[in-house]
């Protein structure tokens, strides 16, 4: 079965932390790259960051230094740790693989404001 969960989502003030997580069903997961998508208010959704099977990272410019993805293999699920939040990172978030597959989860929304 295919299948993409997020979660960890909430409202965070700016400058704070928020971790999303994703469970991704065993298919979708032996991916060779996974990674988190964001759709902003409004807007066309957007990569924002990528983990290869060997642990291999990148990052969209907008949020290099601040955000970091990480994948547990045992459990089936990749991370996002998101670090100094800005306004600008208010969107829905998805995790998919690169590229996409046409499935996607219900995303989780992160909601950043004073």
């Known amino acids: 079965q295919v299948q993409l969960v997020e979660s960890g989502g909430g409202l965070a003030q700016p400058g704070g932390s928020l971790r999303l997580s994703c469970a991704a069903s065993?298919?979708?997961?032996?991916?060779?790259?996974m990674g988190w998508y964001r759709q902003p208010p409004g807007k066309q959704r957007e990569w924002v960051a990528i983990?290869?099977?060997?642990?291999?990272?990148d990052y969209a410019d907008s949020v290099k230094g601040r955000f970091t993805i990480s994948r547990d293999n045992a459990r089936n699920t990749v991370y996002l740790q998101m670090n100094s939040l800005k306004p600008e990172d208010t969107a829905d978030y998805y995790c998919?693989?690169?590229?996409?597959?046409?499935?996607w989860g219900q995303g989780t929304l992160v909601t950043v404001s004073s």
């Open positions: 065993r298919t979708i997961f032996s991916a060779d790259r």
């Open positions: 983990i290869s099977s060997v642990g291999d990272t």
């Open positions: 998919n693989t690169i590229p996409s597959l046409e499935v």
